[in-house]
């Protein structure tokens, strides 16, 4: 409903929608004041680069991306049989046991390992959006990180851990679908090796992606901008690198009068 309310107040300000559209060249867009690309660095070479100054171009070539993830979806009978009560209860649900099994898992994924106990991120919405199953099922979703670029299915180890704190549940799977980071980079192109957050956001790149620029939203092509989570404050602060792109954008091109 909200992204529908969005879409239907952009088309009322005279605004169009394009979907199923690949776009490699900014010579495929209509001519326009301000661009703003909701892209990866990786993404925004290939579609504006020869726009772009040699030092800016060879920053962003530079940029790191962070771990992959590999992700199932499930088809289940029932709602996952969790033991403890509250997690039945969420909408998401964080499985990692102790903090130190937590810190064990990613720190082994960094290291370009695949851990046999990974922290896992599990979504099961149906429990509070019936449009998302048929009535009387349920549908949910995990992922757990794996090094960037890889192919191994981690189908067993997601479903073992979900096993260890909801007994019960593999019975209840009918069907599921998994993408590792190949499938994942090619369901959305800014999922560079998998990574969905948009880069590595260690403190060498939180503050500095996509490049140190005094606006990390501008290029260095004038009324070019990159509104994505390669750019401050990074993956998972949902619209707000859009949000302060676009205010850049104001300032810069149309000379609006807006706080930064």
Not at 125 to 134: E, G, H, I, N
Not at 211 to 228: E, N
Request: net charge positive.
């Amino acid at each position: 409903a909200i992204a529908n309310a969005l879409a239907a107040c952009f088309v009322s300000l005279g605004g169009s929608i394009q979907t199923n559209l690949y776009v490699h060249s900014l010579d495929q867009l209509p001519a326009a004041h301000a661009v703003l690309l909701d892209v990866s660095p990786k993404q925004l070479l290939q579609i504006a680069g020869y726009k772009f100054s040699s030092l800016y171009k060879r920053q962003l070539q530079r940029y790191r991306y962070g771990m992959g993830v590999f992700k199932i979806d499930w088809a289940l009978d029932a709602p996952i049989p969790f033991t403890a009560a509250e997690c039945r209860e969420a909408g998401t649900v964080h499985l990692g046991n102790t903090l130190e099994e937590i810190i064990i898992s990613e720190k082994l994924t960094s290291r370009g390992k695949h851990p046999e106990k990974p922290f896992v991120l599990l979504a099961q919405q149906s429990l509070f959006d019936a449009s998302r199953a048929p009535e009387g099922k349920q549908t949910a979703w995990a992922y757990c990180h794996v090094p960037n670029g890889s192919d191994v299915d981690m189908t067993a180890q997601i479903e073992n851990q979900v096993e260890r704190f909801a007994p019960g549940f593999k019975e209840r799977i009918l069907v599921r679908h998994v993408m590792n980071t190949r499938q994942m980079e090619d369901y959305n192109p800014n999922y560079v090796g998998g990574d969905i957050i948009g880069g590595m956001q260690d403190i060498r790149q939180l503050f500095t992606r996509p490049a140190l620029r005094l606006s990390p939203y501008s290029t260095s092509a004038k009324g070019i901008y990159i509104c994505s989570s390669s750019t401050p404050p990074g993956g998972g602060v949902h619209g707000m690198c859009g949000y302060y792109a676009a205010k850049r954008a104001l300032k810069d091109v149309f000379n609006m009068k807006v706080s930064l």
